[in-house]
């Protein structure tokens, strides 16, 4: 999920970086050091996931997880994702460096909201209950970013509202196997790995 | 994985001070992604392309990472000409192309490419650990480096947790398909491949705690600024702000 360079204008590549920078500093300021390697080698984890492709019909896609990233991470999602961004842009050219902002925010805002909204739910003693939260929060994560998008589109100019609708519509395949992949991925970690859910949160 | 392919190289740019490159590649980038001046484009296309010229990177590797970066602009080509409005060039079906729209979209292409370009150029001839420890020259926070730092480091590490795993589920046959087995297997790789990477997180920490790590990062080279440095840097700048007053003043 990334807008190349040279589409978007400048108030909302201006827009986007400011809400980038205080994100950012909130994370950071939340994350004391000796957290620090716990969220880069989770940063790489969630990297390294990103590159699986992962087949829906004739086509296959990539699976994005802010929505999990978030539940995992708290506010330190908004670094770790701008890193990842970063990393895509330099060594895989997606993305640049004045989209680094808009691109970060319009995956990291979905996953703090995530983090809100789901992260008491998926513990929930219920597993039926517990599942459908986490399918929500795969699910709304994607839905989020795919609006962002289509905002940043819409605010840049009138005539990306059609491609901006069909980008919206598009994404809602990988809506539903976020929410799938989600919510198999939180019912095998509550089962093998609790502690995993909660120990970054006591720091965020 | 391969990561830091463009770096290894012994060319003039790979060769130039890192803090150069990153602040002529965000000037650049700003510049280009705001313009939309013919004049302006022009320089940064030609700029662009001598920068390329004189990373001598394998074109071909180039022009590859161009293809997949053009993907959304192949998207955006979809739409753009039918729906910018203007003056009607061509019909297919109900839909009428617009000559503004097909320059608009011209004109995107032409800056994103340029701008992925200069980037190449510029920032892909550093290995990225050699781009963070500049970035901290650049005032950028100390701990944003330290993240960006042990991610690079556990890239590959974690890529080959992420095979062997892989290797482990071809080794039962496992072969993705559209149903829920498929999602259910993915899962649970990505649930191993966290808990992997958080068991490995502890280790690091108590690694580091053992060393006396105490929240600081010590870098032992530091970079200086030659003279071809410097030369490098003003005319750069230069030819930027050369852009930037075709881009503002000039034709006004």
């Known amino acids: 999920m990334h807008i190349s360079e040279g589409v978007l204008s400048a108030p909302v590549l201006v827009t986007g970086a400011a809400l980038t920078v205080a994100g950012v500093a909130v994370g950071l300021k939340k994350m004391d050091y000796e957290k620090i390697p716990q969220v880069a080698v989770l940063t790489s984890a969630f990297f390294v996931a990103s590159l699986i492709r992962v087949p829906v019909g004739p086509s296959a896609v990539h699976l994005v997880l802010n929505g999990l990233l978030g539940l995992i991470l708290g506010w330190a999602a908004f670094p770790a994702i701008l890193v990842g961004v970063a990393l895509q842009g330099l060594l895989f050219q997606f993305g640049g460096l004045t989209t680094l902002g808009v691109n970060t925010f319009i995956m990291a805002m979905p996953a703090i909201l995530c983090y809100y909204l789901f992260g008491r739910g998926i513990g929930h003693k219920h597993s039926g209950v517990a599942m459908a939260l986490a399918f929500a929060c795969g699910f709304f994560a994607i839905l989020l970013s795919s609006l962002l998008l289509a905002l940043c589109l819409i605010f840049t100019g009138e005539s990306f509202l059609q491609a901006a609708k069909v980008l919206v519509l598009a994404h809602l395949p990988v809506m539903v196997l976020e929410g799938v992949v989600v919510a198999f991925c939180l019912a095998f970690l509550m089962k093998v790995k609790p502690e995993l859910l909660g120990a970054t949160h006591a720091a965020g | ?252």
């Open chain 2, 1 to 252: 994985m391969h990561i830091d392919n463009f770096a290894t190289g012994d060319s003039l740019l790979h060769r130039l001070d890192p803090r150069v490159k990153i602040v002529v590649a965000i000037l650049f980038s700003v510049v280009v992604a705001v313009a939309d001046r013919y004049g302006c484009l022009a320089t940064a296309v030609c700029l662009a392309l001598t920068l390329l010229f004189l990373a001598r990177l394998s074109l071909r590797e180039v022009f590859l990472r161009l293809l997949v970066v053009n993907a959304f602009i192949v998207f955006l080509w979809l739409f753009l000409p039918f729906t910018y409005g203007g003056e009607k060039l061509f019909s297919i079906g109900p839909l009428d192309a617009t000559r503004e729209g097909i320059i608009y979209a011209l004109l995107i292409t032409v800056k994103s490419n340029t701008i992925v370009l200069a980037l190449i150029a510029l920032l892909a001839t550093s290995p990225v650990v050699t781009l963070g420890h500049a970035l901290s020259h650049l005032y950028v926070p100390d701990k944003l480096i330290h993240l960006l730092f042990f991610t690079v480091r556990y890239l590959q590490v974690l890529h080959l947790e992420y095979d062997r795993l892989r290797d482990a589920m071809r080794i039962r046959a496992f072969k993705p398909g559209t149903n829920v087995h498929t999602y259910k297997s993915f899962a649970y790789l990505l649930g191993m491949l966290l808990i992997k990477s958080f068991d490995r997180a502890d280790r690091i920490r108590k690694a580091m705690l053992c060393r006396g790590f105490h929240g600081k990062y010590y870098l032992l080279s530091h970079f200086e600024l030659q003279r071809v440095d410097m030369i490098m840097l003003v005319i750069m700048m230069l030819l930027v702000s050369g852009m930037a007053s075709l881009q503002w003043i000039i034709l006004k």
